[in-house]
């Protein structure tokens, strides 16, 4: 029988990894396209504070401290993924001090948006339940892992078209970038709350 953490991980695992919810994947693809894997280090400390910001609000919005409409985390959700996105466009070829620094307030100010949509989700698998704490942490430790596996899955296949295909970084940044952001504007017209 499988232990209550580990239920609880690999459901977060299981829900961050699935391609159904695959804005939440777009998003981490968003903040890492900037990187390489001799970044590697770099990003796992971007993806946590995404991490980070998702899990305060997750925490708040599962105990009922704070609501939001869900229909407009919905539409909330895919701008988040749009605003990296196109910042992405603009930043130069190399990762600068200051889009780094950007791109940790990225990661944690729509962490906390991002947070709201989980929040509907791990409330529907609580129910009543009050004591969340262990559950909470293990689903949120599951969401970092499967975060860390789509990152490393991302940045090998950079490597590979980086190096073997010779695509140059700017052009990687270029289509992967618009591409996400094309994806994010059809999802923002989709889920629309007026």
Not at 20 to 43: E, M, N, P, Q, T
Request: with cysteine; net charge negative.
């Amino acid at each position: 029988m499988m232990s209550e953490f580990g239920l609880y991980f690999n459901l977060g695992t299981e829900h961050i990894l699935d391609i159904r919810g695959y804005d939440h994947i777009l998003f981490v693809i968003s903040l890492c396209v900037l990187y390489s894997i001799a970044d590697w280090r770099k990003v796992l400390i971007l993806v946590t504070a995404f991490t980070i910001g998702h899990s305060i609000t997750l925490a708040l919005a599962t105990l009922g401290i704070i609501t939001m409409d869900l229909k407009l985390i919905e539409f909330l959700i895919p701008v988040t993924i749009f605003i990296t996105a196109v910042s992405n466009l603009f930043s130069s070829e190399t990762v600068e001090r200051s889009k780094v620094q950007i791109n940790y307030v990225y990661a944690s100010f729509f962490g906390l948006i991002h947070g709201m949509g989980f929040s509907s989700y791990l409330k529907s698998l609580l129910g009543n339940d009050t004591s969340i704490f262990t559950k909470l942490f293990s689903f949120n430790l599951g969401i970092e892992v499967g975060q860390a596996l789509i990152v490393g899955i991302f940045l090998g296949v950079t490597a590979i078209f980086q190096s073997i295909f010779k695509v140059s970084n700017r052009d990687w940044i270029t289509i992967i970038s618009s591409a996400i952001a094309g994806i994010a504007l059809t999802m923002m017209i989709e889920n629309k709350f007026w």
